[in-house]
């Protein structure tokens, strides 16, 4: 099925452009050969905006938690400026 459409074309068939976004998924809308938009049904857009936790809850759900990180005692290369 088709999911790009040049931007007269969306004008003019703007239903269908509508009803394929929910159909289908997001469509995609061109101006002079370069993608400019995207339709989207209402479902697609609320994931895209539910939030996903904070920086907080994904360091406590990483992998690596509890390895104890050290910094090293090394001085500093030292640069040229």
Known sequence: MKSAWQLQEAK???SELVD???QSGPQEITRR???TAVVLSVKDYAKLR???GSLVEF???APLRGI???RTKDF???VDL
Do not use: C, I, M, T
Request: charged residues 55%; hydrophobic residues 30%; glycine residues 4%.
């Open 33 to 35: 050969g370069r993608r």
């Open 68 to 70: 104890a990180l050290e």
């Open 59 to 61: 360091f406590r759900k």
């Open 12 to 14: 003019n068939r703007l």
């Open 76 to 78: 500093p290369r030292e």
């Open 20 to 22: 394929r976004a929910v």
């Open 50 to 52: 539910r939030k996903k």
